[in-house]
């Protein structure tokens, strides 16, 4: 009876999905998806994974078995989805620098959790530009390669698509995550990973940047609106940013706060980090060598491999 009760139930919550238990979400969530009183390892239609392999896999009361795609003792049994979304003004030349020069352990550690994890790069200032069309970056060589191509740009202070001159504080950070999420290949089944590096704050639509008279770049997004989209797309947003007021951008004015959005709400909703279930980071920390941006990414990209 208790079994009957439990498949009625999980018959509920799944929608008595007819697919049965096939896909690896489905074999790693806790949920017995196709009602027949076996949940993920237990059942046999989960044995295409690694994960599932032992002996006591098929047993029906074998109790827990690992309701995560990671066997004992390995890393990953998920790919990760990992994109960076860096600044690019003329302000992150030493930090876009500092990334080049960590290219190698970020790319290392994403594919420590699996081999086929990918690594690709989106850049913004008052616009933003998936780099290759957000194409897979080959290897921790050609992620160098390409921030050392933007960070050689970074100078003239101009956007990536428009050649806009940068004339404000605020960067485009709501449109670029946006674009990240539009038009980067996020596969099913992998766990998405979106790094956000910046140093300074956003703006929202209906705001024009370096050109409220014309000129200028139209904002695109809301703050709202680039939460919805990160947290519908699953990505776990790593923050890489500053807090408390901005540093000279050229502008007559500061930005008085830096941090909101990232590490602390944003009006009245919750940071970006916050909502997507990511973690926030200093960055003149990180610059000061006191964050392991490495271990940091690792230490999203793991639960989301679950």
């Not at 940047?209 to 919805?228: I, K, M, N, R």
């Amino acid at each position: 009876m208790r079994r009957i009760l439990a498949g009625l139930l999980a018959c509920c919550v799944a929608a008595c999905d007819s697919s049965g238990e096939t896909s690896l979400d489905q074999c790693s969530n806790g949920r017995d998806d196709d009602a027949d009183g076996l949940a993920d390892c237990a059942d046999l239609a989960c044995h295409v994974y690694a994960f599932c392999e032992g002996d006591d896999a098929g047993r029906p009361d074998a109790g827990p078995i690992d309701a995560a795609p990671r066997p004992d003792g390995a890393a990953c049994a998920r790919p990760i989805d990992l994109v960076i979304v860096a600044d690019v003004s003329s302000s992150m030349v030493g930090a876009l620098e500092q990334l080049e020069q960590e290219s190698e352990a970020i790319v290392a550690t994403v594919r420590a959790l699996d081999a086929s994890s990918t690594v690709s790069l989106v850049v913004f200032v008052d616009d933003a530009l998936a780099v290759d069309e957000c194409a897979p970056l080959a290897d921790a060589a050609s992620l160098s390669g390409a921030l050392a191509a933007r960070r050689a740009l970074a100078p003239e202070n101009r956007s990536p698509v428009s050649g806009t001159i940068n004339q404000d504080c605020a960067e485009n950070g709501l449109d670029a995550l946006s674009l990240a999420v539009a038009e980067c290949p996020w596969r099913a089944g992998a766990a998405h990973v979106i790094l956000h590096v910046t140093d300074d704050t956003f703006a929202e639509r209906p705001t024009v940047l370096s050109g409220p008279f014309g000129g200028g770049v139209l904002v695109q997004h809301t703050f709202d609106e680039t939460a919805d989209a990160l947290v519908a797309t699953g990505a776990r947003v790593v923050a890489l940013t500053r807090q408390g007021a901005g540093r000279d951008c050229g502008a007559t004015t500061v930005s008085p706060d830096v941090g909101r959005g990232f590490h602390a709400p944003y009006l009245a909703m919750p940071s970006i980090p916050e909502r997507t279930a990511g973690i926030v980071l200093d960055l003149d920390a990180w610059r000061d060598g006191t964050v392991d941006l490495a271990a940091s990414i690792a230490a999203v990209a793991e639960p989301a491999c679950q």
